[in-house]
């Protein structure tokens, strides 16, 4: 009787420890994963909070959170099914679709740059552009779906390099890795985000202190620093943003021509670089990288500009076209309209589709 107690509780133990190995073996690989994707978890946080810009200190937290929810969504229920599936079955679709999002990041950073230099010219384009949101009932709702979208773009490279970074895995360490990822990455920016979009608000906290002591002193100053600086961090955290969309756009794509034997432009950046940095070989690091980051860029900014005219003629028509059938076929799902016959029409009827063309 107590042999065999004993023999079932080494066994319990046993599978215990495979099961602890198996832990360490996912978080050994979610953190190899991760550090391969750190830059663009970098620039994902440089852009987020633009979208939150202009909003009141009320809905600021609450945006962070909608957008943080579906870029989990993504992640977890989009991408990583679709990324080890892909990866497994047709592992040739992943370079162009990434390259396809790649060129939207490039535009929409593109879009940015062209706002800055001519507003009209731009603003005129963007009123031939249909709202992102299927239904929105609020600039809230588009900036939420506007912000999603981006984040869906840099969601899935940072997904495919994950990926990318334990190929020897097998398909279910890869699965909890990718989820491991997904959820840290997520929360971390997110995280990230919310801190700074609020410091602004704690710094007016701290700057209403009315300790006397040297310490109360402090807080006062530095609550004043964070409510002045605030607005010029986020400023300058906009501009970084709109950069590293047309940076991580352009560097995505020169890796994907060079997938496809177009490697004279990915050789010819890094060269560059190179000689940049051997004439000034006290800074070289520093030289090689940004003389590296500005070519991507400037790649990028090509691809977007190319692809703003392109946008206006195909993708947008195409898009509205979209939106009408898909408020028809709502329209169809929900019956004839209500008459004087069927009884009393509300006065809130058809209000919620207002937006849809």
Request: aromatic share 6%.
């Amino acid at each position: 009787m107590s042999i065999g107690l004993l023999a079932v509780v080494d066994d319990v133990v046993a599978i215990a420890k495979l099961a602890a190995a198996s832990l360490d073996d996912v978080a050994a690989q979610a953190a190899k994963a991760g550090a391969k994707a750190a830059a663009i978890v970098i620039d994902d946080t440089a852009v987020t909070p633009r979208y939150v810009i202009g909003f009141v200190a009320e809905r600021e937290l609450p945006i962070v959170g909608r957008i943080a929810l579906g870029s989990l969504r993504n992640k977890l229920l989009i991408l990583l099914p679709c990324t080890l599936a892909l990866s497994y079955f047709l592992p040739s679709m992943i370079t162009p679709l990434l390259m396809f999002g790649a060129a939207y990041l490039c535009y929409e950073g593109t879009e940015k740059v062209f706002e800055a230099i001519v507003p009209h010219r731009a603003r005129a384009h963007e009123a031939k552009l249909e709202t992102v949101a299927l239904n929105p009932r609020s600039l809230e709702d588009e900036k939420v779906a506007g912000a999603i979208k981006t984040d869906f773009i840099l969601s899935a490279e940072i997904m495919t390099i994950a990926l990318a970074a334990v190929p020897d895995a097998g398909i279910v360490m890869q699965a909890l890795a990718l989820a491991l990822v997904g959820i840290g990455i997520t929360v971390a920016v997110y995280g990230l985000v919310a801190l700074i979009v609020k410091a602004d608000d704690v710094g007016m906290v701290l700057a209403k202190y009315e300790g006397r002591s040297m310490a109360g002193g402090l807080r006062r100053a530095i609550g004043r620093a964070l409510v002045r600086g605030m607005p010029y961090f986020l400023t300058l955290l906009g501009a970084v943003g709109t950069a590293a969309m047309i940076w991580v756009g352009g560097g995505i794509i020169v890796h994907g021509l060079e997938v496809y034997g177009v490697h004279w432009l990915g050789h010819a950046i890094p060269s560059t670089a190179e000689v940049a940095a051997g004439a000034l070989t006290s800074a070289a690091g520093a030289v090689r990288w940004a003389v590296e980051i500005f070519l991507l860029g400037l790649v990028g900014l090509l691809i977007g500009a190319a692809c703003i005219p392109l946008v206006g003629l195909v993708f947008a028509p195409a898009w509205r076209l979209f939106k009408v059938f898909y408020a028809s076929t709502k329209g169809r799902d929900r019956g004839p309209p209500a008459t004087a016959a069927n009884g009393p029409v509300s006065a809130d009827h058809g209000k919620e589709d207002a937006s849809v063309p």
